[in-house]
């Protein structure tokens, strides 16, 4: 495995980074991820506008941000929701604002983050409703929130991807397009990368088998929702971009995501990003290629959106 100078610059930096104060080793996994976004996303950009709400659900709030962008002045426009990643377990506002402000601001679409319940404490597929919920709710509510509800992409990344591979399999009639960031959709963790990279960069495999434990009940373990390398039916997949990062153990299953859905019909790019690893998007500080997967999605995003 040969890594760039400034791959094992941020694993350095990855190395000494502690979390303030952990409560339990989930709290530290949280924290860890936030600090690790904080350091190394480099200077957020401006926006025109960031809301907090919450989307009404049955029985709770679902959180969301909505990002606004520089110099979009159109009574309707575009957007994206946006589902973040962090092993189902992690991640939040703070850890992806650096890439949604990016994204926003470069597609010129309003970005609506969904800061769905985690596992373990929510496991699946309390996650996944929730992405659901909002995604109606924003449909329903589109003229209000200044929305073309008939130009609406969906991007997730990691986990995020996950989530985003199951509602498209189920309201996907909505997207106009859809971006899997380094997508983690198979819980077997037995793929060639996963062998190659079991202990890391960034990932290891301890980590992931403990992070599917906690997301994915038992009587769920065949429940292609939740583990989206099991799906057949792409009937309301829109067109798809595929992000993968060459040092990531998640790397094979992103593949094998791609060909299941070439087979089914889905129109599919993927593209590869070389001498990068997971979680290459929180990483702008230092790599160059952050802003180029970003100018990819916008690229992709325009080219779907009137």
């Given amino acids: ?20 104060n952990p409560q339990n080793p989930l709290d530290d996994t ?27 659900a049955e029985n709770h709030q679902i959180p969301a941000r909505i990002y606004r962008p520089k110099g979009k002045t159109d009574k309707k426009s575009p957007a994206i929701i946006y589902i973040h990643g962090g092993w189902f377990i992690a991640g939040g506002y703070e850890t992806h604002d650096a890439v949604v402000r990016k994204l926003a601001n470069k597609t010129k679409a309003i970005v609506i983050f969904i800061d769905y319940r985690l596992a373990p404490e929510h496991p699946f597929p309390a996650g996944l409703n929730d992405c659901l919920d909002a995604v109606q709710w924003v449909l329903e ?6 929305i073309d509800k008939d130009q609406i992409g969906i991007i997730g990344d990691s986990a995020g991807g996950a989530l985003s591979t199951a509602v498209s399999t189920q309201i996907g009639e909505h997207f106009k397009f859809q971006v899997l960031i380094y997508p983690a959709v198979d819980n077997q963790l037995n793929t060639k990368t996963w062998e190659i990279y079991e202990n890391g960069p960034v990932l290891n495999k301890q980590g992931g088998v403990e992070a599917w434990n906690g997301y994915l009940p038992k ?8 583990i989206p390398i099991l799906i057949k039916d792409f009937k ?7 992000l993968i990062a060459e040092h990531d153990p998640l790397a094979d299953d992103a593949r094998n995501l791609a060909e299941n859905m070439k087979t089914a019909g889905v129109s599919l790019i993927t593209s590869f990003y070389k001498d990068t690893v997971h979680g290459f998007m929180h990483m702008g500080e230092i790599l160059e290629e952050t802003q ?15």
Avoid: C, W
């Avoid at 009587?219 to 939740?226: D, G, I, K, V, Y």
């Avoid at 309301?236 to 595929?242: D, F, G, H, V």
């Fill in 1 to 20: 495995m040969q890594l760039t100078p400034k791959i094992n610059q941020i694993l350095n930096h990855l190395e000494k980074i502690q979390s303030f």
């Fill in 219 to 226: 009587e769920e373990a065949h429940n292609p929702l939740a």
């Fill in 236 to 242: 309301n997949t829109p067109s798809t971009l595929i």
């Fill in 141 to 146: 509510n589109a003229e209000a929130l200044g």
């Fill in 30 to 56: 949280r924290k860890y991820l936030e600090v690790m976004s904080f350091q190394l996303s480099g200077k957020k950009e401006t926006v025109a506008m960031i809301e907090e709400l919450n989307i009404p």
């Fill in 292 to 306: 180029l997967a970003v100018n990819e999605m916008a690229d992709f995003a325009q080219q779907h959106f009137k």
